[in-house]
Structure formats: C-alpha cells, structure tokens
C-alpha cells in the first residue's frame, strides 16, 4: 500500500478566524481514528486525519480479528482474505505451560484472521481517504482545546499553527491528549509486552492454522501465540503492577516455545487501559474513541472490534454534528454506553473469576466440545459473554465461583 501523501497545513491567515478550517478533525490513524474519519467523510464532512507516524508504521498488537472486527472491516470496503496474513481453526490451550489440550474447529470457519497491523491500519486508511479524508502524517498534537468559541474546538500541532474544527475525535491511544482533555478515567491498566519473530519453514509449519492460549502464572494474565506464515506473533498481558513478573513471565514463555535464539523482527511493551464505569467520552466538540477512551474487553484485553465500532459511532456523530443536528453529538455517550457497556461489565466479572482461578477457565475450556463451540460463536460475535452471563443458572455459578 502507498504512504498517504502528506498535506501542507494552510496558514492560520487562509479563513477567517470564526470559520473552522474542518468540520471534523480525527488524531490517530489506528482503526478508531481510521474509522471515524472514512464514516464522517462518507457522509459528507470535510476530514482532516492526522497521524504522528509515517504510514505503515509498525504497533504493538496481537493482530487477531475477531467475527465482529471482520464485519467492519468488509464494511469499509476492504478485502479480509487480502489483508490477512493466516486463519486459524485450531486452539492449543496451556495452564502455565501444562496440561496441554488442543481444540479443533470442524465447521470449515476459522477462529480468527490473523493480521499485521500496519497493513491493516494502512488500509483502513486508504479506506478513509477514498472517501475524502485529508490525511496528514508526521503531525504531532501537542494539546486539544474547546473553549466553546464560534471557531470550532482547537488542536495545537507541533511546529505549525493550531487547527479548528467542528468536532474533534481523538483516536490517539492510551497517552491520548484529547482523552486528557476530556477526563477519560481508567480503573484497569495492564502491560503487553510483545515479540515478533523470523520461524525456520519447520517450526512455521507446526502453528500453520493452529493458534496458543497459555492461562500464565501471573493472577489475571495469559500469553498467546498467532503464526502468520513465517512470523510468529508471541505475547504476554497482565497487570502494570506486576511488571517485573510479567517480564518474567515474558522471557520464560519466550524460551518454553523455543524461540529464544531466534532473529526478532520486534520486541516491544505497551500499556492497555480499560474505561471506568461512568467515565466521560465527550466534552464539548471532543469525543474519544477506542483505546483514547478506555474501551478494550476487560479480561481478554481485545480492542480493535472496540476501535473499529467506537470510531465508526464518533464519525457518526461529528458528521451529523457538522450537518447541523444539534443533538448529535450529546448522543454519542448514550450510544457507547448502549454498545459498550454490556460487555465492558462481563468483561470485569470474567477477569474477576479468572484471576481467582485460572484453573477452571482452563478446565471449561478444555472439557469438550460444548464449552469450545460457545466460545466460537462468542468468537465469531453470534454470542456474547454478557448474553450469557444474563442466563440466571451461569450467573449465580460465576457469583459463588468468584467468591
């Protein structure tokens, strides 16, 4: 995929002050802000997406795609069996390295896609300049502003002068300004940290289609493996608080799957943060989306299915927002709760329960087709852990579990 062209920014003398330079400005090029600005300029709003990186530009992330991600993803207009680099349709499951057991998924349909998320984050770009986004890389923001002036809200740019806009959606991650601005609060903070690595064809071949939960040592933490042909993406997550565990944890479950000495193409940390209930997702012209706004799922930690959805309710809003309907954008919050809130809660009971006893998540996944099939139709978004947390018999058995 080609580098977006990079635009100059026009001079703070091109428009008059009281008029905004976009309706919407997006920051962040991930699938959030991707998504956002290719929604609100497919209905007609004039975009501006910035991103401080050059495109593609490499991101810490496990690269798996769940049912509901490939939904949006086609959505945009992009083809899935493009841009994915493997499918698996087979799950080995490990206790901390033990008690081994693999699932097979008989019905012809994968478990997940897996991805390379520069390709993927490039394409949802070129996804959103194809409907008329400006795209503008190597633009740092430095802060965001709304002070309720007829000029639109305002974001500060690095070496060049601010730019107004209708409504700002920020995309920006977990170090978002526009989340700070807003007041995004977090209860939840883990640490990924995560290699990518150069397999021999032999050692590819043993994960072609088959993908690795490890339920780790760590209360609340697990490690995973995705092939995607001769990379192997491999990885830890679990609490900030036990850094130097998971570090350990890390470099142990590194060296149990025998990779140790081989070439790493990347090896990097990030830190996830989840939305506290009630936390703020717009003030003024400013909405959050995705990771900006604290929405991932609690226990698994996936968060591009809430990037991709967040970002497409934010350009929604911005766009009808910028058509004139006032009442645009005091309805984002009630949608993202509408969406989101649900399986933000499950997500918090099944971490709960799992931290208490990681051997039991091992033990239902792992007893037979029953527990494996639900946790594929959950996978491909035909179930929800929400919906069945909702049935009285499974939350009273996950209520005395948790205790």
Known sequence: MTEPSVVPVPSAASAPSSAPDFDVVVIGAGPAGASAARVAAAAGAR??????????????????????????????????ATLARAEVDALTMTLD??????????????????????ELDAALVDAARAAGAEVRTSTVVTGVRDDGGPGGAVVEVRGGPDLRAGVVVGADGTSSRAASFVGVSCDQVDVGLEGEFRAPAGLAAQWERRMLLDWGPVPGSYGWLFPKGDVLTVGVIGARAEGAAMRAYYENFVA????????????????????????????????????????????TREG????????????????????????????????????????????????????????????????????????????????????????????????????
Do not use: N
């Not at 390295?97 to 520069?118: K, N, S, Y």
């Open 304 to 403: 591009i299915s809430f990037a991709l959805r967040s970002g497409r309710l934010a350009g929604a809003a911005a766009a009808a927002a910028a058509g004139g309907d006032p009442t645009a954008l005091d309805g984002y919050p009630t949608r993202v709760d509408a969406v989101f809130g649900s399986e933000l809660a499950a997500g918090r009971v099944l971490l709960r329960l799992y931290r208490r006893r990681p051997e039991l998540m091992h033990g239902l996944m792992s007893a037979g087709p029953g527990a494996f099939g639900l946790f594929t139709r959950i996978i491909d978004g035909r179930s929800t852990v929400a919906r069945q947390l909702a049935r009285r018999g499974v939350s009273k058995a996950v209520a005395a579990l948790s205790r």
């Open 97 to 118: 390295g033990r008690f081994q057991v693999t699932r097979h998924r008989r019905d012809g349909a994968p478990i997940l896609a897996m991805v390379m998320r520069p």
């Open 256 to 299: 149990r799957l025998g990779l140790s000495d081989l070439p790493r193409l990347h090896d990097s940390g990030h830190l996830t943060r989840v939305r506290a209930e009630g936390s703020p997702v717009r003030r003024g012209r400013v909405l959050v989306a995705g990771d900006a706004a604290g929405l991932l799922d609690p226990w």
């Open 47 to 80: 975009v501006c997406l910035l991103e401080r990186a050059q495109l593609p530009r490499y991101k810490t992330c496990g690269g798996g795609l769940v049912g509901v991600s490939l939904d949006h993803i086609r959505a945009a207009g992009l083809d899935v």
